[in-house]
Every structure is written in C-alpha cells, then in structure tokens.
C-alpha cells in the first residue's frame, strides 16, 4: 500500500484566465482569422465564454477591443521575427526576418502581417487600432535601420523602408498563395547589399 508521504505531488490545475484576457484571446483568434468587420461583440463574448455585459465593463467597445487586441498581441508576433544576436552580422539579422515569415507562412492559419490587415480593413488612419498598427509596423521598419546603420549603409533609412515594403509585400503573397517566394529573400539580400556597397 502506497503511504501519503510517498504518493506523487498533485499538481494543481492552472488557473482559468479571467474574462478580459478571454475575450482579447478571442477576439485575436477571430479578427485575424476572419477580419474585423466579420465579427461583432456577440461572437466575441461566445467565443470567449463571456457576457457581452462582462466584455462592456472591461473595454468601451468593438473599437477597444480591436486595438487592444493588436497591442496585446503585436509583441508576440513581431518577437519571432527580430534577432538582436551578437554573434550574427546585420545582414544576416536582416535575412533572419525573411526567413521567419518564409517559416510562418507555412502554417496553414497564417493570413498575411496582422497589422496591415487590420489597419487596411478598418481604412481610418485615426482608428486606435490604426495607431497600434503604425506603432507595430515602426518596430520593423526601426529595427532594419538599426542594422543597415550598424552595416554602413549609404542611405539606412530608405533601406529600412525599402525592406519593409518588401516585407509587406511577400506577407500579402503568403496570404495568397501560401509560402513565400524564395525572391523576397533574394531582393532582401540584393538591397541590403547593394545599399553596403554603394557606401564602399
């Protein structure tokens, strides 16, 4: 017979998440997944098993709900693609984000860059949501200047620019077709050193 002292440690089951991070779990499962305008507040609050009074006394709206969603959920998205390793060089950083899309294009629930897709959807620059996206969208554009600077770059900004455009750009193809065409990559390594050499 098995004693008390000697039984396996129960361990205890983790904690239910409250109705808020429920409904901005929900709401990021539905937003991406079928767009803004597809999904309203009752949706939300069955999905995540909530009131839609219990949804109205954590956010003002829909509106709130969109952007605090994007804010909750932008650093997990953008954190797969950014690399601040030492041990690699900024180009080589650069072509990580490339090949991190490349790999998160192949899930079959990937729908294109998050940001641009809600921001697109919602056409108000003036959205809070549309702020968050621009916030999100910066980080990208900031972090590929960070390494066409540290690379000596002739003209880091407009590299920075020019590779976040390409960025989007393969997003939108990956949404499409699935995947991304091995020439994003390509044109990302063309820029970056073209960009270095021009400054040689």
């Known amino acids: 017979m098995t004693s008390t002292a000697d039984a396996a440690p129960v361990t205890p089951p983790a904690p239910r998440p409250k109705p808020r991070e429920r409904v901005l779990a929900a709401a990021a499962r539905l937003f991406i997944g ?3 305008g597809a999904v309203g507040v009752d949706r939300i609050a069955q999905e995540a098993a909530v009131s839609k009074r219990s949804i109205y006394q954590h956010f003002d709206g829909k509106d709130a709900i969109v952007a605090e969603m994007l ?18 060089s900024p180009r080589d950083r650069v072509l990580h984000v490339f090949d991190a899309l490349h790999e ?6 990937f729908y294109g860059c998050p940001f641009v897709n809600v921001a697109t959807e919602l056409r108000d620059r003036e959205h809070p949501a549309a702020h968050v996206a621009r ?7 900031d972090f590929f200047q960070r390494q066409a600077e540290a690379a000596g ?6 590299l920075a620019v020019q590779l976040t455009l390409l960025f989007d750009g393969a997003s939108a193809s990956a949404a499409l077709c699935g995947g991304t065409p091995l020439a994003a990559r390509r044109a990302a390594e063309q820029l970056f050193d073209a960009a270095v050499g021009a400054r040689r």
Request: proline share 5%.
């Open 34 to 36: 079928e767009g803004v």
């Open 71 to 88: 804010q909750e959920y932008g650093p997990r998205v953008v954190a797969s693609y950014f690399t601040e390793d030492d041990r690699r």
């Open 104 to 109: 998160a294009a192949r899930s079959s629930d």
């Open 135 to 141: 916030h999100f969208k910066g980080r990208l554009t």
């Open 153 to 158: 770059a002739a003209d880091p900004h407009v």
